[in-house]
């Protein structure tokens, strides 16, 4: 007999876990299925913007005992080591996801919310339930269902979503280092083919993590050669990179990161986070966004419950509020990300935000969001 539960969550990254607290708090019985044990290191920067924080407060998420680095400053370098820097509008912090992730997989447990430790294969949608199954064979019933399994998954194939058989030019790397790098400051560096994100999580750790394109990755013996040949052109990657001792026994690498558009409802399955779009990470907000979808379809599911309207009410106000808080940011990151790998373009780009700093707070207007209102 498959096991039964309101609402099921596939992946246990910041949407999922989000999710399932939002929904517990609302009182759903909350099944979440995460296929990784806790805790685990992910390949991102690790810089959230501080727009989370009211609705975090709302959730009763407390991160200061996990002491995140407060962060107010951007620096941007083009490619041949040119700078720009601003303060933040918001602000964020800095913390690992190995810490934030286990954290609130943690206050999951602890509120009530059924974390099983398996990975999903299979769903399928008929007479208005989901029957999900894992890979081991276990079987769940639920009214509901959230894709929250992040940027790529098997599932994807299996439901055969588009942007899964489109081109992903992209693989990205990270590491943690011991550095003197300031603990205010984010630094984005472009270099020919990525850009890389540098600042600092808890306990003075530097993060350092980019994006690379595959092409240009793989005429390199490994990733220290590709460092070294590529990364190293742009003169203030090269110096923190050089003053930094890895912790990490070897850098973590993904790949196949896709930007293409994806559907916010995939065959009545409701997507946050990555599930539902990635933002090209030089705008620094995906994290926020798979948050703030959490909240969006959790108040919808309530609303549904409470008003008794029908399942495709829920799924077209879904999609429709999803397109309005996040469409234009993720095309915006699409555009930008363009701009700043074309070489004419970039110096433009670059003359423009140093001549004239608004243009870069322009820019952070356009790919943040406000803080995150709370329900009540
Ligand atoms: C290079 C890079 C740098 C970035 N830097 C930043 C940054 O500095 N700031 C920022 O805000 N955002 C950043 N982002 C974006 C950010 O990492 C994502 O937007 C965020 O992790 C999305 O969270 P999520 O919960 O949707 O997905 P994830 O955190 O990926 O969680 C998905 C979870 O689902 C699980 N899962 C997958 N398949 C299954 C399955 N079949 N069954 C069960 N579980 C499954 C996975 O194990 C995983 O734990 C960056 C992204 C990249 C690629």
Known sequence: MPIQTEILIIGGGLAGLTAALHLNKQGFDVTLIEKSAYPHHKVCGEYISNEVLPYFNWLGIDLKN?????????????????????TLPLGGFGLSRYSIDYYLYNLAKSRGVNVVNKEVNDVVYAEDQFLVETTS????????????????????????RNFINQKSPYLAIKAHYKSDFPSHLVSLNNFKGGYCGVSKVE????????????????????????????????????????????????????SQISFNQ??????????????????????????????????????????????????SSLENEYSANWQTIFGSRLRFGRILSMILQHKTCERLAINSMTAMPFVLNKIIKHTHGRPIKTVN
Do not use: W
């Open 66 to 86: 996990l002491s995140p680095t407060q962060i107010t400053n951007l620096q941007f370098t083009s490619a041949t080591g040119k700078q720009v820097n601003t």
């Open 137 to 160: 064979g276990e079987r769940f019933k639920a009214e509901y269902v959230l894709g929250a399994y992040g940027k790529r998954s098997a599932i994807d194939k299996r439901l055969e």
């Open 203 to 254: 306990n003075a750790i530097l993060n350092v993590c980019y994006l690379a394109n595959y092409e240009s990755f793989k005429k390199h013996k490994d990733i220290q050669a590709y460092q070294e040949n590529v990364l190293y052109q742009n003169k203030n990657l090269k110096k923190i990179l050089e003053e930094a001792e890895m912790i990490f026994d070897a850098p973590l690498t993904i």
């Open 262 to 311: 994806k559907e916010p409802v995939y065959d009545h399955m409701l997507m946050i986070g990555d599930t539902a779009g990635l933002i090209h990470p030089l705008c620094g907000n995906g994290m926020a966004m798979a948050i703030h979808s959490a909240k969006i379809v959790s108040e919808l599911i309530q609303k549904r419950t409470e008003n008794k309207t029908s399942r």
